[in-house]
């Protein structure tokens, strides 16, 4: 008997929560469609819910595209294909090289890191910064920001490269001189 008691409190105090938290609440019918379906139409223009399969309904983040349908996306990893990539991510449009070291015997190594700030082909569609580390016997080492003109080749190349590829023509693999970098 005590059993039974206790699953009808504990039933009565969830039927209790329930309805005062306001989880459960009368609707009237006069202003909520009997149909579901112009129901869950209702709901989803005031934002009260979601479609999961609705072809005509955009996400709010923005539209998002695969890796592969972009252009410039698919020129820089191209033209990069000769250092390591260290960080690679294509939400945030961001591409970041490791250390690339020219010449082994050298101590100056670079870091390349390219910023898509749009999907279109255009001039300032990307920014390209480069960067020069120069160690003493791997030990005490200077970074630096590489002010040349070779940023603004990587960028030309980047968008060429994408001009290509958008219109359907074969691919030319750059030769980059990385100034400032002895070899």
Known sequence: MSNFLT???????????L????????TDTRKVPVNVTE????NIQEGKGFKIFDSQRSLGGGTFEFATS???????????????LAN?????GIII???????????????????FLTNEIRSDALEVSIFKKTCNQQINCA????NSNLSD?????ILSQATRIKENQPLVKPDFKFPGIDR
Request: hydrophobic share 35%; glycine share 2%.
């Open 97 to 115: 090289t490791d250390w690339y070291q020219v010449d082994q015997t050298e101590n100056t190594s670079i870091k390349i890191s390219v910023r």
């Open 7 to 17: 699953k009808l409190s504990l039933f009565i105090l969830i039927i209790s929560a």
């Open 153 to 157: 080749e990587i960028k030309k190349e």
């Open 70 to 84: 972009n252009e410039l996306w698919r020129a820089t990893i191209n033209i990069l294909d000769f250092v390591p």
């Open 19 to 26: 309805t005062n938290c306001n989880i459960y609440r009368p």
């Open 39 to 42: 129901r869950a139409q209702k």
């Open 88 to 92: 690679v991510e294509y939400s945030g």
């Open 143 to 146: 970074t630096s920001k590489l």
